[in-house]
C-alpha cells in the first residue's frame, strides 16, 4: 500500500503556517513538523537580524524538511508507522517545493495565501518570535504561488483554521490518494 500523504502547509511569514498547520495534523490526527525548528541557528540568528535567507541558506534546511517528511510519512527510521504528516514550511519558491517533492513525492503543498497588509497586522501584533515584519516584503518577493502542475490548493490565509481544515478535509476527500495535480484559482 503506498504510504499516506505529507501535507505542507506554506506561505509567506505571518500567513498562519505554524497555527493552521497543528491545528490541522490535531483534525486529522497526524504528526505535526514545524519546520521552523529544523533550521540551523546560523538562519535564525540572520532572520532575528532582519536580514532574509538567501538560496545558500535554505537548501541545506529543505534538504532537512524533505527528508524529515520522508521520516515521518513513511515511518522510516522513526520505529513508528507510517501516519502522514502536517509540516509547516514557508516553501516560497518552485524550485523549494521540488526539493521537497524529490524526498518525498507524495507530498501536496497548502498554500496560504493573504494580503499584505492582513499579514504586516499579524506579524506587528505577534511576540516572542524571531522573525521581524521587516522581512515580510522579502517573503512576498520571493513567493511563487502554486501552480497548475503542482500537487496541492490555494486557500485563503485570513480564513480561520477551522475553514481551512474543512477545505483541505474536502480536497483530500477529492483526491484521495497518490500525487493529484489539480487546478489552482
Ligand atoms: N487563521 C488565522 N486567523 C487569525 N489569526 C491568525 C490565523 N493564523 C495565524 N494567526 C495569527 O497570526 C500570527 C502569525 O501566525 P503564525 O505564527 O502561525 O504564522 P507563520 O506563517 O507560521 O509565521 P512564521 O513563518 O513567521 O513562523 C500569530 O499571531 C497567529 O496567532
Ligand atoms: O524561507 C524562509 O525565508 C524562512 O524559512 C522563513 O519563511 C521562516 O522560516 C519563517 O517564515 C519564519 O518563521
New binding site residues.
Given amino acids: 500500500m503506498n504510504p499516506p500523504p505529507a501535507l505542507v502547509v506554506m506561505?509567506?511569514?505571518?500567513?498562519?503556517?505554524?497555527?493552521?498547520?497543528a491545528a490541522l495534523a490535531e483534525a486529522l490526527g497526524v504528526p505535526f513538523v514545524?519546520a521552523?525548528d529544523l533550521h540551523p541557528l546560523t538562519n535564525i540568528e540572520k532572520m532575528r537580524a532582519g536580514l532574509p535567507l538567501d538560496d545558500d541558506d535554505r537548501w541545506p534546511w529543505l534538504r532537512a524538511v524533505g527528508d524529515a517528511i520522508r521520516a515521518a510519512s513513511t515511518g522510516t527510521g522513526t520505529g513508528a508507522p507510517a501516519t502522514g504528516v502536517v509540516v509547516?514550511c514557508?516553501a516560497l519558491r518552485v524550485s523549494y517545493r521540488d526539493a521537497i517533492l524529490e524526498r518525498a513525492p507524495r507530498t501536496r503543498f497548502v498554500l496560504?495565501q493573504g494580503d499584505r497588509e492582513m499579514l504586516l497586522g499579524?506579524?506587528r501584533?505577534?511576540t516572542g518570535?524571531f522573525?521581524p515584519a521587516s522581512l515580510l516584503d522579502s517573503?512576498l518577493d520571493a513567493l511563487e504561488p502554486l501552480g497548475p502542475h503542482e500537487p496541492g490548493l490555494t486557500v485563503d490565509?485570513?480564513?480561520?483554521?477551522e475553514a481551512?481544515i474543512a477545505e483541505v478535509r474536502g480536497f483530500l476527500t477529492r483526491s484521495p490518494d497518490g500525487p493529484q495535480r489539480i487546478a489552482h484559482p
Avoid at 506561505?11 to 498547520?21: E, F, I, L, R
Avoid at 490565509?157 to 483554521?161: C, E, L, S, Y
Fill in positions: 506561505g509567506v511569514s505571518g500567513s498562519g503556517k505554524s497555527t493552521v498547520g514545524d521552523d509547516a514557508s496560504l499579524r506579524l501584533s505577534r518570535h522573525m517573503q490565509a485570513a480564513d480561520t483554521p481551512v
